[in-house]
């Protein structure tokens, strides 16, 4: 044993400065590891004569030393070595220009949503707000949708499966929602979310609205014609044309639609507004005094009008857009544009 350690002492004093921390771990397995010639020798002190051990101790212990003090060393050495290289190779150019930080913008949507509502408010309208899933009551029913008429297929309706809930077709129940609350003279915006099974370039099965009703004593379809010309004109400017064709809600009656003139094309027809020169924007009318009586007002001393406009074709007309689904795929190459 001691011919051993003396020759593992020699080959020490030989040991070579290893390049890396791998080889430099090679050569701990090799006499410090559990395998290892060191560590196999110093098991085998056990077994050895007593007059032996005192010289075999202390070659054992002379080797550890060695090899621990040249371990420690060449670690050390390595990690400077390394640091070094990265920072001659690490090179910044101060000269570079930095890289911009991206912005989010607003959403079209908002925008316009906030601009309608400023409007409205300044008209002396107050902001009410209703739940997105609704009940047949306040969707249809209290809306003098009889149940089975064929006026509920006007809005193709998103049911929720097993209950006796769905997602509101339209904002017109927030016109119910508030005359709870308040009693009439009162005018309201409810500006929210609605859904329809229903999509193509103008329409999406999620899209905005904003209702809005006034109901008064003696209110004429004068006062509505000339708030939705009023509105209309401050939001697209004064040369802005509009047209108001009869149509048909179960909630309204006399009822009508409001059309504006397509900003993209002028009024020559294109895709968005499909040929005609006219873009569809808006629901209104004088509300049916069945609505009044379903929350308990006298239809003989008050009356009103209610409009529900869509936010996104207002957007589309304001900023060109031919496509309503670009506004909810978030491509935010589309949405920095406003
Ligand atoms: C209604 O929803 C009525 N509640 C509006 C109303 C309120 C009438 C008060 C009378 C009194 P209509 O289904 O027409 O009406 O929708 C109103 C507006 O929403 C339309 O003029 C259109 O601008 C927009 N709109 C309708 N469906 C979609 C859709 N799928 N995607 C985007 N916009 C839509």
Redesign the pocket.
């Known amino acids: 044993m001691i011919p051993e350690l003396k020759k593992i002492l020699e080959e020490v004093a030989l040991l070579q400065p290893p390049p890396d921390l791998e080889s430099l771990n090679e050569i701990r397995l090799k006499y410090l590891g559990k395998k290892g010639s060191v560590t196999s020798l110093s098991r085998g002190m056990r077994g050895l004569p007593p007059e032996m051990k005192p010289e075999a101790g202390k070659l054992l212990g002379e080797a550890r030393q060695r090899l621990e003090n040249f371990i420690g060393a060449s670690e050390k050495r390595i990690k400077q070595e390394t640091v070094q290289r990265e920072i001659e190779s690490e090179f910044f150019d101060v000269t570079l220009p930095a890289t911009q930080p991206s912005f989010g913008s607003r959403h079209p949507i908002s925008i316009v949503m906030d601009e309608i509502v400023e409007i409205f408010i300044s008209l002396g309208f107050q902001i009410e707000e209703g739940p997105e899933i609704e009940n047949d009551h306040y969707n249809f029913e209290s809306l003098n949708f009889p149940p089975e008429h064929p006026a509920r297929d ?2 193709d309706t998103f049911q929720i499966s097993g209950l006796p809930l769905l997602l509101r ?4 129940p927030v ?1 119910i929602r508030s005359m709870e609350k308040y009693r009439p003279p009162l005018s309201v915006i409810a500006p929210g979310k ?1 859904f ?1 099974c ?2 193509d370039v ?4 999620m ?1 905005h ?1 904003i ?3 006034t109901v008064d004593e003696k209110v004429t379809f004068g006062e509505l014609k000339g708030t939705l010309d009023l509105f209309i004109h401050r939001l697209y400017g004064p040369k802005t044309k509009t047209r108001f064709r009869p ?1 048909y ?1 179960p ?2 009656e006399p ?1 009508a ?2 059309d504006v003139s397509c900003a993209t094309c002028g009024g020559a027809g294109c895709r968005i507004c499909k040929q005609t020169g006219w873009l ?6 004088m ?1 049916h005094p069945n609505v009044l009586r379903a929350v308990n007002v006298d239809p003989d001393k008050w009356n009103g ?10 957007a589309m007309r304001r900023y060109g857009i031919g496509d ?1 689904r670009l506004l909810f795929e978030n491509d935010t190459r589309f949405l920095r544009q406003f």
């Open positions: 006007m809005q077709t339209h904002t017109s016109q609605v329809r229903d999509a103008t329409h999406s099965p899209f609205q209702e809005g009703f149509s809600f909630f309204t009822s639609e409001m569809e924007i808006l629901g209104c009318g509300i009008f209610a409009f529900g406009l869509g936010i996104e074709r207002i309503i």
